[in-house]
């Protein structure tokens, strides 16, 4: 048997026959017609459509066969398609090709086969290919006449018309479907579609493009390009024309712009025109347009808000006193800065954009910048974080931070910073600490002596005084206490913030360490009929504390309690294990702090009521200097409040019952 070979053009030809769109479909009677008129004109029992497939031929339609496919290899037909001619086989039996092979040797025993092949162009070459054959199969050996074999020619192109109709029907159908979901679409999204004709102005809009501009079809009618020119702005005529004609000349796939359409109602309506070329004339001139008209009126108006706000941030980001950076989250790169960053910093823009973070960074803050960092991955923000900058001339100037993480859209990180120059701010602030160190120094000795002679004549240890005099000089001798106590506080509060201020910490008794405070306040509670109570003293409880700067602080707290509680009212001082160490407590019975308050009550010249007509007195260093010696003895303050309850101040030592007798400061 000798199997049928394969053409050279054998790719192309499978691809003509995947072009028909007949290969595996229904039986249709189209062809059956023809095979079935075949049989009976030539007399045999088999006439078969059969298209040849990469390794079988299968068969479009069959008469007298029951199989609907067969291997290539033991095929006639794949014989056949290899010439345009008829394929004619007299007697299988003693044909070489054949005489063996199991369609012969067995059912349906061929003896005579005559086959006609049929063509199909090529989907994108034209070109056209042997797909298959209408072919006539008999038992018994015959020939095929000339005029015979022309009918069976005849019968051929009948098929091969055939299959074009059907391809084409099928074609068909798919465009009207394509066509019917691209209206469906069409009309779920609510565009407008047009038709133009460029030589004759006729144009086809559907009611969705007249709905854009506030009208129906009809009322439009009769509509042509005139139509869309009266509704169009006259400014956009220009542009409009441009993009046509970049067209037309090839120098642009689509024609597409955006243009204004005046509404029924008279205001403008933003719509997006896309089409293209979908014909030209025989002279090559344009012919018809189609294309699309969407309403893009609330994609305009947004488009301008977002430029208006990019364009008020612009200005904010430019003008701004503080300076503002954005930086690469990962490399620390700046990649935005503003004119307020670059000016203390002495660098161009140019040159600061090739820094990175840490170029201006001293090392030395490397352990902080670590902490902001890991507050900005977890939380998403820093600061507000002091620190230094460096100049372009290597000298430093101090800044304030504040900063917080965003993402673009492609997810990387960046992060915003407000950069605050604080020299300006740390230069007054020195200015003010220095004079008021000067004044606090010069003013203590002469006041000093003030006081001490005050005191004396008040006393009257130089002799008696007129009561006028005396009641002068009880005043007198009242306003210099209180000026000596200031200026006392001014420079214990100048002493601890250098740290020029020295402790001696040992192991003390804290419960003694009250009760000798309780003693020496006891004159100062009685001018405000306040009485001073103990409860639950923590037993022989040590704290490691400068007994003398411990008493300064529970002076300050007692004072402050006995000058907020009622008449009559009490001062309690209570100690009790907490936290592993001991916590002392004074709790008055007054009307609390103002919640407003809560956050400034230890800072410097910080007072509730800081007006002159204030009647409690008080320098508002108390509480700030408290604060820092609690610190500095490694103890830490606190306080809580409830309005009309009074106050509770808590301070906080590690503690011992039997600690060493003294430790290093």
């Not at 902001?372 to 460096?390: D, V």
């Not at 420079?491 to 008794?509: I, N, R």
């Not at 508002?620 to 830490?636: D, H, Q, S």
Request: with cysteine; glycine share 8%.
């Amino acid at each position: 048997m000798q199997p049928p070979e394969k053409p050279e053009n054998e790719t192309s030809r499978l691809e003509a026959l995947e072009h028909s769109a007949l290969l595996f479909t229904a039986a249709e009677p189209r062809f059956d017609r023809i095979t079935r008129l075949a049989q009976r004109v030539f007399g045999v029992d088999t006439v078969l459509i059969s298209l040849v497939a990469d390794d079988l031929q299968w068969f479009k339609s069959r008469q007298g066969l029951n199989v609907a496919q067969t291997d290539r290899d033991l095929s006639f037909c794949g014989h056949a398609i290899l010439q345009d001619e008829l394929f004619i086989v007299n007697n299988a039996a003693t044909d070489q090709r054949f005489a063996d092979n199991p369609l012969v040797t067995d059912a349906p025993h061929i003896r005579f086969y005559a086959g006609a092949p049929l063509h199909e162009a090529h989907e994108l070459s034209g070109e056209l290919h042997r797909i298959g054959t209408l072919c006539l199969i008999h038992p018994r050996p015959r020939t095929l006449s000339d005029e015979d074999g022309q009918v069976l020619r005849d019968l051929a192109d009948q098929v091969e018309l055939e299959i074009r109709q059907a391809r084409l029907e099928k074609q068909l159908l798919r465009a009207e479907l394509a066509e019917q979901r691209l209206a469906s679409v069409i009309e779920g999204t609510n565009i407008g579609t047009w038709e133009w004709n460029v030589q004759t102005g006729e144009t086809v809009f559907n009611e969705r493009w007249a709905a854009i501009v506030g009208y129906t079809l009809e009322e439009l009618s009769p509509v042509n390009i005139d139509t869309w020119m009266a509704l169009a702005h006259p400014d956009d005529f220009e542009e409009s024309s441009r993009a046509l004609q970049a067209h037309f000349k090839g120098e642009a796939a689509f024609y597409d712009v955006h243009c204004r359409m005046r509404h029924k109602d008279g205001h403008w309506v933003w719509v997006h025109d896309r089409g293209r070329l979908v014909s030209r004339a025989g002279d090559s001139q344009p012919l018809w347009m189609a294309g699309t008209h969407a309403d893009v009126s609330e994609q305009v108006q947004a488009q301008f808000a977002l430029g208006q706000s990019e364009a008020r941030l612009r200005g904010l980001f430019e003008l701004s006193p503080y300076g503002i950076a954005l930086n690469d989250f990962d490399t620390g790169a700046f990649i935005e800065m503003n004119p307020a960053l670059l000016a203390p910093a002495g660098y161009t823009r140019e040159e600061f954009a090739t820094l990175s973070y840490w170029q201006v960074t001293p090392e030395e803050y490397a352990a902080q910048e670590h902490e902001q960092l890991r507050s900005m991955e977890e939380t998403g923000r820093y600061g507000p974080y002091e620190k230094e900058y460096i100049r372009k001339d290597g000298s430093r100037y101090p800044v304030v931070l504040n900063g917080m993480v965003i993402h673009d859209a492609g997810g990387q990180k960046f992060i915003w910073s407000i950069i605050e120059d604080i020299s300006e701010r740390k230069r007054m602030q020195r200015m003010k600490d220095d004079f008021i160190s000067t004044i606090s120094h010069e003013l203590r000795t002469p006041l000093t002596a003030l006081r001490g002679a005050i005191s004396l004549v008040a006393s009257g240890a130089l002799g008696a005084l007129p009561d006028t005099a005396q009641d002068m000089m009880a005043v007198a001798d009242r306003n210099s206490h209180r000026l000596l106590v200031l200026i006392n506080d001014v420079l214990d509060m100048e002493k601890l913030l250098v740290g020029k201020m020295s402790f001696d910490l040992q192991w003390h008794v804290l419960k003694t360490l009250v009760a000798i405070s309780l003693v020496e306040n006891q004159p100062y509670a009685l001018q405000y009929d306040v009485s001073l109570r103990t409860l639950n003293l923590a037993g022989d409880t040590q704290v490691c504390v400068d007994a003398g700067r411990l008493q300064q602080v529970l002076a300050n707290l007692l004072s402050n309690a006995i000058k907020f509680s009622p008449t009559g009212g009490d001062v309690l001082v209570t100690s009790q294990h907490y936290g592993g160490g001991v916590r002392l407590t004074v709790a008055d019975e007054g009307m609390g702090i103002d919640p407003q308050f809560h956050d400034q009550i230890f800072d410097k010249f910080s007072q509730a009521d800081a007006s002159d007509s204030r009647q409690r007195g008080g320098t508002g260093l108390g509480l700030a200097i408290t604060r820092e010696l609690v610190e500095k003895m490694g103890g830490f303050i606190s306080f809580d409040s409830d309005p009309g309850q009074g106050a509770r101040f808590h301070v906080d030592f590690p503690a011992s019952t039997a600690g060493p007798s003294r430790m290093p400061a």
